[in-house]
């Protein structure tokens, strides 16, 4: 199908409201490094029997923090100790985000839904200087109509919050929406915004999902192999669901 094709289909109908880490770069193992420096630094244990990118990986910085330090860190201390975090990921980031971080395929496929006229959106838990980084190096940040990051909103992933200002921001409603996910937390915030969900395996496996109550539309290892004609049809169906 060609492009114009899609376009006819699509076009102002619909929005795609992406995650970032785990989506569009793949930096689980960035920050679990940055985690793991706090550690240290701290004196804080190290819980091996934790698998960072199934059990800590998309969740926000606080509860990362709980989940990773149960009880080592007062309710006082904590912006503090993320804010750190946040600036040993960033400078992580910073050295690694030409290094081979970005998720397969993505690049052509956001051009593709681009180009086919599909308004797109971020909804992230990153830092708003994070997420203009990552996607300014990419080459596709005056390309996104809205970046939703978490300072923006009361309530983090799992609540809906990021990505009904998402949606609202770009002029849709949740129904018209599809958002690309790919931690649990995440998913639970789609689930809950009544959007549709396409879910990004790079931390998540389908055997893991199917032990969860999450709803989901599509899955994919990566981008590669999603074909406009895909697109399309994804998009025919979310009509079809919400007629």
């Known amino acids: 199908m060609s492009i114009s094709g899609v376009q006819s289909k699509v076009k102002n109908r619909f929005a795609i409201i992406f995650d970032m880490d785990g989506v569009i770069i793949k930096t689980s193992h960035l920050h679990e490094a940055a985690w793991h420096s706090i550690a240290k630094k701290y004196g804080y244990p190290w819980n091996q029997q934790l698998n960072f990118a199934k059990d800590v990986f998309g969740t926000a910085s606080p509860d990362s923090a709980r989940i990773l330090f149960p009880g080592y860190i007062s309710h006082d201390a904590m912006p503090q100790i993320c804010q750190e975090k946040a600036h040993i990921y960033e400078q992580i980031l910073r050295e690694q985000i030409l ?8 690049r052509s496929f956001f051009d593709a839904i681009c180009e086919a006229g599909i308004p797109v959106a971020l909804a992230t838990s990153s830092p708003k200087s994070e997420a203009n980084f990552v996607l ?31 949606a609202a921001t770009v002029g849709f409603a949740p129904e018209e929406c599809l958002g690309v996910e790919d931690s649990l937390t995440g998913i639970e915030a789609i689930n809950q915004a ?50």
């Open 136 to 166: 300014d190096r990419l080459g596709v940040l005056e390309k996104f109509n809205a970046v939703i990051d978490v300072s923006q909103v009361s309530k983090p992933k799992p609540d809906p919050e990021i990505y009904l200002t998402a």
């Open 99 to 106: 290094n081979n971080i970005e998720v397969p395929g993505f």
């Open 194 to 243: 009544k959007m549709k969900c396409v879910v990004v395996g790079t931390t998540l496996t389908q055997e893991r999902l199917s032990r969860t109550s999450l709803r989901y539309d599509l899955y994919i290892p990566d981008f590669q192999l999603v074909s406009l004609g895909e697109l399309s049809l994804l998009f025919s169906l979310l009509k079809g669901d919400n007629q």
